[in-house]
């Protein structure tokens, strides 16, 4: 009777029952490194897992043998539930037997002595590496798998100097050549890595003390309320109510992983409500009095917004690839650079029906299917004021349109390392 167990590998030796799986196998397919590690018995046959689909296609043949003889062990890294083969072998109807061993996260976590529960885990292996940057951006604990390409020197040009972190590299866990170090990102960007599996990006000041308990696992909940109330920004004049912010937050869409660019921010109110639901965002403004009334409101709402002062859309030139953006001031030329740098979304509020067309007619020139509604909210028993919003929304297949602007390696700067991080070495 065909049989499929993947045994998961953190470098301890296999037990009793791991050798007696081995010894029935008639195929085991693993990493060289966890082959070589393996006591696999002189004649069964290996595959070593290099390119994902010919391994699945080798136990897929193993297992549908005519005999019905197939007992096929895969031997993965860790926990291979997590983030592991366990998906992929699930997606071709296999239901197999999973024994894991200890993940690598909860292992890197442990050698920084550091509680990991409230921790988010992303992974650059085979995705998008800007969105495992904008995760650390906005978020204070972040293990991040790497992949060759995607690992500590990547992460740490992305990051460094606008976001202080420390990196705990973590190579080859449970491997003979296991190293944990603590890092500055200027460091990281410089050094070699030997096939690092996890990097700790911690923001120091935020996790000294370990972070914050709670009742899930990850990132916090999302925000009881938003849209909040114009008096939740302090002093100043709202340019609009939260009406219309809750209209522009629902086009934006802000989540994990997402960068989110405020252009003629105000007071911060969208950018910090984009923060909230956890994405990172960056508050332009022309005025050094109105960052500092943003950079207030952020600290009221602990949120964690970067913002940028100049005036767009030359400021705009060196800011991180954004998702979404959104434009509460500036003219045609403004939002003409907003929209062919949106990945996903635009939304721009205007005050002047005149305006209206120019917008439009910039969004469709950036390749973004344009919509535009007039807004009027009010309190009742007062005239409601009114505003023009108008958005453009990218298609999946045209988000590879807009490009990141490259930016040379900025200078070095130092970032305090993490005190007494427990267990590393």
């Known amino acids: 009777m065909s049989s499929l167990v993947v045994l998961g590998h953190d470098g301890s030796p296999p037990g009793g029952e791991a050798r007696e799986l081995l010894e029935r196998a008639s195929l085991v397919v693993g990493g060289a490194r966890h082959l070589a590690a393996m006591p696999v018995p002189e004649g069964v046959r290996t595959v070593v897992m290099g390119e994902l689909r010919p391994a699945l296609d080798a136990i897929d043949a193993e297992l549908d043998r005519d005999d019905d003889q197939g007992r096929v062990v895969v031997v993965a890294s860790g926990d291979p539930g997590f983030f592991g083969i366990v998906r992929a072998l699930r997606k071709r109807g296999r239901r197999p037997r999973v024994i894991p061993a200890l993940s690598s996260v909860a292992r890197a976590f442990a050698r920084a002595g550091l509680p990991w529960d409230d921790a988010l885990v992303v992974s650059a292996h085979g995705r998008e590496l800007r969105r495992a940057v904008n995760a650390c951006r906005a978020h204070p604990k972040v293990a991040v798998l790497t992949a060759p390409g995607s690992g500590p020197a990547e992460l740490a040009r992305e990051l460094f100097p606008q976001t202080p972190r420390t990196f705990v590299v973590c190579e080859d866990l449970g491997g003979p050549h296991e190293r944990v170090v603590s890092v500055r990102p200027a460091e990281a960007t410089t050094r070699p890595w030997r096939d690092p599996n996890v990097v700790l990006v911690l923001d120091p000041r935020r996790v000294a003390a370990g972070g914050e308990p709670g009742w899930i696992a990850g990132p916090r909940p999302g925000p009881s309320e938003w849209a909040l ?37 105000g007071r911060g109110e969208v950018a910090i409500e984009c923060a909230r639901f956890g994405a990172a965002v960056v508050a332009v403004e022309k005025d050094e009095a109105a960052c500092e009334r943003i950079r207030a409101n952020v600290r009221a709402h602990r949120v964690k917004v970067a913002v940028s002062r100049g005036t767009a859309p030359g400021v705009l030139d060196h800011l991180p690839e954004p998702d979404a953006v959104f434009v509460g001031g500036g003219g045609p030329e403004v939002a003409r650079v907003c929209a062919s740098r949106a990945l996903r979304s635009v939304v721009i509020v205007l005050h002047r029906a005149d305006r209206v067309q120019a917008a439009i007619e910039a969004i469709k020139r950036a390749s973004l299917t344009a919509h535009a509604v007039r807004l009027q909210a009010g309190l009742v028993g007062r005239s409601p004021t009114g505003v023009f919003v108008v958005w453009g929304e990218r298609r999946v297949d045209d988000r590879s349109v807009a490009r990141p602007v490259r930016r040379e390696a900025p200078p070095s700067v130092t970032i305090a390392p993490l005190p007494e991080p427990g267990g590393l070495r």
């Open 229 to 265: 109330p114009d008096a939740a920004f302090g002093p100043g004049r709202p340019v609009f109510g939260p009406e219309v912010r809750a209209f522009a937050l629902a086009k934006l869409g802000p989540r994990i992983g997402d960068m989110v660019w405020d252009v003629g921010a």
